[in-house]
């Protein structure tokens, strides 16, 4: 007997995405970013991450619609610092990855020469 499944999906209206570029985990795993207040000074403030959509965290709790978020030089930042916001240069949204899986031909040709990498004798697939 065959039973189909189907699979529903959910609209969250009030979304909050934020690059993964921007998305920090602590000593303790907590995630955060620094957030660029009104007088242009950056916040360490935490996040919830839920879960990644593309290239993007969805976020749970901790921003709010049209805050901005550091991506660059977030390294060099503590609370307080005055900022010159400008456009990310380094992010790049992707909503979805491809679901195909890398032909049979790529994988066979690759696992030899790890195997000579690692030491470990060649076998065949």
Do not use: C, Y
């Amino acid at each position: 007997m065959f039973v189909q499944a189907q699979l529903n999906e959910g609209v969250r209206n009030d979304a909050i995405l934020v690059p993964q570029q921007a998305v920090i985990r602590d000593q303790m795993g907590e995630a955060f970013v620094w957030v660029v207040s009104a007088d242009k000074k950056v916040q360490r403030r935490p996040i919830v991450a839920l879960r990644t959509v593309g290239n993007q965290w969805l976020v749970g709790h901790g921003l709010q619609t049209g805050e901005q978020v550091v991506t660059e030089g977030v390294q060099r930042l503590r609370n307080g610092i005055e900022v010159a916001a400008t456009p990310a240069n380094n992010v790049s949204v992707v909503m979805t990855f491809s679901d195909q899986e890398e032909p049979r031909s790529a994988i066979k040709t690759a696992e030899p020469e790890q195997a000579k990498l690692s030491g470990k004798p060649e076998t065949e697939a």
